[in-house]
Each structure stands twice: as C-alpha cells, then as structure tokens.
C-alpha cells in the first residue's frame, strides 16, 4: 500500500505530539529516517513555535515601548536558540516519536544507519 501522508490537520496535531492512526504508521518511519529528516525536525519546531512567538510579539508590542525591530530581533534569536537545543536531542525526541507509534527503542537510528545516514545529530 506505501506511505500514506496525513492531511495538514493530522499533521499539525502530530507536531503538537498527538499520535496518528495506523495507517499512517510508515509515514511516521519514513518521516523519522528519511534523509531529509532532520530538515522537517526543524520545520516542525519553528511551526510548533510560531503561535507562541506570535504572541510574545502581540503582548510585547501591546505592553511595552520597545521597537519593533528590536523585538523581532530578540525573537529570531529565542527562536534560533530553541531550534539549537532542541535539535542537540533530535535523534531522541524522533525516537521517543516512533516509540509513540509502535516502533521498538532505536528503529530510527538502526533504519538510518542502514541507508548509510548519520543514525544521529551532531
């Protein structure tokens, strides 16, 4: 049958850490090993982080005098440095994402180590 991508509903709530359906099982495998995996890692932490930067600006702007370049400055930066620590544990927090869909411990950095990709990161 092959992967079955879930729909941008599914998928916002599985960046949010909601489980999928079965059927989307290999989706999930795939999404953990493919070689581009730590590229949509960093996609979904920035989606997961948007509503909560949007709004610190929105309460920043509101109750403070500061400028709004400067704001958005120090935003990029909390955003640049929550992609940081977070993707120094990317190898596990995927892990802990299979585990969650029924994988056994270390199937993302066994697949990966198969197909000749670095099993983790850095």
């Known amino acids: 049958m092959g992967r079955q991508r879930p729909?941008?509903?599914r998928w916002i709530r599985y960046v949010y850490g909601a489980r999928l359906p079965d059927r989307y099982r290999e989706w999930v495998l795939h999404?953990?090993?493919?070689?581009?995996w730590l590229i949509?890692?960093?996609i979904r932490i920035c989606f997961e982080a948007l509503p909560w930067l949007a709004a610190a600006f929105v309460?920043?702007?509101?109750?403070?005098?500061?400028?709004v370049p400067l704001l958005l400055t120090g935003l990029a930066l909390s955003l640049f440095l929550g992609l940081f620590?977070?993707?120094?544990?990317?190898?596990?927090?995927?892990e802990v994402r299979l585990g969650k869909h029924g994988f056994p411990r270390g199937t993302g950095k066994k697949v990966r180590a198969e197909h000749g990709r670095p099993a983790t990161w850095p």
């Open 31 to 36: 999404d953990a090993t493919a070689k581009t």
């Open 59 to 67: 309460l920043v702007v509101t109750l403070t005098p500061i400028p």
């Open 7 to 9: 729909g941008p509903l």
């Open 40 to 42: 949509r890692f960093a």
């Open 85 to 94: 620590f977070t993707l120094t544990s990317a190898d596990e927090l995927a």
